[in-house]
């Protein structure tokens, strides 16, 4: 079984300038490629987990979700991190089109996205991570028994009550590697 990094998207991959579906909208969060590059090379696989109700609003299509999906994986492959798979959830429970809305399993905090992936790639949720920037992201990882929490501040602003839920707290995706990856070797 893998052990996976579970990432957020907006807010902890990218700047969360709302509802980004275009190559051009995309501003990685600093130092995020070299923290994913230590994660891999210390056997993580990565997975990305994204909310995407702008789909579901109609504000962009499915089709744009995937083609901004294969450019932000292409970004990474050029820093030597291949992107084991994006999975996201378009619905809405009030806010969508007709076909989008709905309760759903998959829509963070249901731990719906992590358990396909889990199911998926064979991976172990006790050697998993799942990193977000707001409580949802933490309440899915908690629900698919995903070993270790984190928040990141990169996103979101976010209720104090929020960091209860998380294993650690940091800036951005950038402090990570320093703080867990040197907790496992000692």
Same mark, same amino acid.
Not at 5 to 27: A, C, Q, S, T
Not at 33 to 50: H, R, S
């Given at each position: 079984?893998?052990?996976?990094?579970?990432? #957020?998207? #907006?807010? /902890?991959?990218?700047?969360?300038?709302?509802?980004?579906?275009?190559?051009?909208? &995309?501003? &990685?969060?600093?130092?995020?490629?070299? +923290?994913?590059?230590?994660?891999? $090379?210390?056997?993580?696989?990565?997975?990305?987990?994204?909310?995407?109700?702008?789909? *579901?609003?109609?504000?962009?299509?499915?089709? $744009? =979700?995937?083609?901004?999906?294969?450019?932000?994986?292409?970004?990474?492959?050029?820093?030597?991190?291949?992107?084991?798979? /994006?999975? =996201?959830?378009?619905?809405?429970?009030?806010?969508?089109?007709?076909?989008?809305?709905?309760?759903?399993?998959?829509?963070?905090?249901? @731990?719906?996205?992590? !358990?396909?992936?889990?199911?998926?790639?064979?991976?172990? @949720? +006790?050697?998993?991570?799942? /990193?977000?920037?707001?409580? *949802? #992201?933490? !309440?899915? *990882?908690?629900?698919?028994?995903?070993?270790?929490? %984190?928040? %990141?501040?990169?996103?979101?602003?976010?209720?104090?009550?929020?960091?209860?839920? +998380?294993?650690? /707290?940091?800036?951005?995706?950038?402090?990570?590697?320093?703080?867990?990856?040197?907790?496992?070797?000692?």
């Amino acid at each position: 079984m893998s052990k996976v990094l579970f990432l #957020d998207r #907006d807010g /902890v991959v990218n700047i969360d300038h709302g509802y980004v579906y275009k190559p051009d909208d &995309f501003e &990685f969060v600093p130092g995020v490629f070299t +923290a994913c590059k230590k994660f891999t $090379d210390a056997g993580y696989e990565i997975i990305i987990v994204t909310n995407q109700s702008g789909i *579901g609003r109609g504000y962009y299509s499915e089709q $744009d =979700f995937h083609h901004l999906s294969e450019w932000m994986k292409n970004e990474f492959l050029k820093h030597g991190v291949h992107i084991l798979d /994006v999975y =996201f959830c378009p619905h809405h429970p009030s806010k969508a089109l007709p076909a989008y809305l709905q309760e759903c399993e998959c829509r963070k905090p249901a @731990p719906g996205m992590l !358990l396909q992936a889990i199911e998926e790639h064979h991976i172990d @949720p +006790a050697q998993s991570i799942m /990193v977000g920037d707001k409580l *949802g #992201d933490l !309440l899915a *990882g908690e629900r698919a028994n995903v070993a270790t929490r %984190v928040l %990141v501040r990169s996103g979101q602003s976010y209720a104090e009550s929020t960091e209860q839920h +998380a294993h650690y /707290v940091c800036d951005s995706l950038a402090e990570l590697p320093n703080l867990i990856l040197h907790l496992q070797q000692v």
